[in-house]
């Protein structure tokens, strides 16, 4: 399945849509996304996940990745995440870096 990251910036809110498979060989896409969020100044990340299908353990790295870019100050939520998806990010106990949200 193809890999895709949009990003929307609105009031220093930068939305990202993931679609399809976050691993090893499509992190490094996310990552420019998340690159380009925190250069916007952005205040809050909202990581839209109702189409990401699975997250590999480089993609839990890419969430960490966001976390160190985006700053302390700055909310990260994952909304709408798959149960498999959610279940990867709390077994790795990021949960208590971002927000899990529900959809």
Known sequence: M???A?????DRVATIELKGEL????APQFHETITSAAQ???VELVIRAEHLTYLSSAGLRSLV???QHMGDGTRIAVVGAADS????IRLA????????VDA
Do not use: E
Not at 85 to 88: D, F
Not at 93 to 100: K, N, Q, T
């Open 65 to 67: 990745f966001a976390r």
């Open 85 to 88: 998806v959610a279940r990867t």
């Open 40 to 42: 916007a100044g952005s």
């Open 2 to 4: 193809t890999f895709d």
């Open 93 to 100: 106990g990021f949960d208590y870096s971002i927000d899990l």
């Open 23 to 26: 691993d090893a060989k499509t």
């Open 6 to 10: 949009r990003l929307r910036i609105n």
